[in-house]
């Protein structure tokens, strides 16, 4: 268990899961925290990182920065993605072993899991197919750094944990329609149809393809969760425990927009997978499940966005 005075590093904190860890760490009474914006800290510069560990000497750490930037980003920069991802959790997870931390806990990704996974995918699917193309470059930095958390905890002795996380939504997500991933993507689209009084909104795919949400703060409540209760090494899928067609999420967004037109599929264009759910059997038995109806999630966000 975390002890409240505990001395605790949130690398990321100004992007959506970060920001949710401080808050949710700051409401379970945790009031030591360490964070740094990227001006302050590069942490793809190995030097900056080594001599923020030596002085600072954080007993935990929660790996959460990333460079991302939906499928656009993955197929356009995947030279950027590898390198800025792999060098800044190489950095922070060295370094974090060399000041002796406590604990760190891994930010994964469910595209770590092969292509054509069986569904829903189980944390023994890593490794056992090849991955989909398209966010490869990502995939393998993420595969890489929970690969290194086990190494280090077998040859150092640390306690290095690794979370998979399926798709994350809510305040602070990236709304910029050029790279948003489908939900902040959505909401701007609605919300831009409705002050723009248009009659309606086209939606890239036939909506079938079925996909899984969790709202950002029951993730980080699942961060917390595992910090406090998970000492294994292998990997623990965090998800939402339910899927659902983006038809019908797209007809949730309409509604907590208030958008009174059409929705438009565009059926020309591809739906990607059919079907993507974690199983979220092994965070379930240890007593952890999500707690926030997608609705609710939606409707949090929305209200985050209209005020930016
Ligand atoms: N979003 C999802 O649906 C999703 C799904 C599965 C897994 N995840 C994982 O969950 C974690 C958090 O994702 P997120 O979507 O919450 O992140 P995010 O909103 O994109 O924020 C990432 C943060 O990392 C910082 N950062 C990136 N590179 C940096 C560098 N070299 N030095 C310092 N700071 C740097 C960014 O700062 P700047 O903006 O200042 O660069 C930003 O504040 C990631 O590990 C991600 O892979 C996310």
Not at 54 to 64: D, G, S, W
Not at 248 to 268: H, M, N, P, R, S
Not at 289 to 294: E, N
């Amino acid at each position: 268990m975390m002890n409240k005075n505990a001395k605790i590093f949130i690398a990321g904190h100004e992007g959506m899961s970060g920001a949710a860890l401080v808050r949710s760490l700051k409401t379970a009474g945790f009031n030591y925290l360490v964070t740094r914006s990227s001006s302050q800290l590069v942490l793809t510069n190995q030097s900056e990182v080594r001599k923020f560990f030596l002085q600072e000497k954080p007993e935990y750490v929660f790996l959460a920065p990333v460079k991302e930037g939906g499928i656009l980003a993955n197929i356009n920069y995947p030279a950027e993605l590898i390198y800025m991802n792999l060098q800044a959790q190489t950095n922070i997870i060295h370094f974090a072993c060399e000041a002796k931390v406590k604990r760190l806990l891994f930010l994964g990704s469910s595209c770590i899991y092969p292509k054509f996974c069986l569904q829903p995918m189980r944390e023994e699917a890593l490794l056992t197919g090849l991955l989909e193309p398209t966010n490869e470059a990502y995939a393998i930095a993420k595969i890489v750094g929970i690969k290194m958390c086990q190494a280090y905890n077998k040859q150092y002795n640390t306690n290095f944990i690794s979370v998979v996380p399926t798709n994350i939504y809510g305040p602070h997500d990236n709304f910029d329609l050029k790279t948003s991933h489908v939900i902040p993507g959505l909401i701007r689209k609605f919300y831009q149809a409705k002050i723009e009084r248009k009659k309606e909104v086209l939606i890239w795919g036939s909506g079938a393809s079925r996909r899984e949400f969790l709202f950002v703060d029951d993730f980080a409540d699942a961060c917390l969760f595992l910090m406090n209760n998970y000492n294994q090494s292998e990997i623990i899928n965090a998800g939402y425990g339910k899927d659902i067609s983006i038809r019908e999420l797209a007809l949730i967004i309409k509604d907590v927009t208030e958008f009174d037109g059409e929705l438009i599929f565009d059926d020309t264009k591809p739906d990607g997978m059919p079907h993507k759910l974690l199983d979220t059997n092994k965070m379930n038995k240890l007593g952890w499940y999500a707690k926030t109806d997608l609705k609710k999630g939606l409707i949090k966000t929305y209200a985050w966005f209209k005020e930016i």
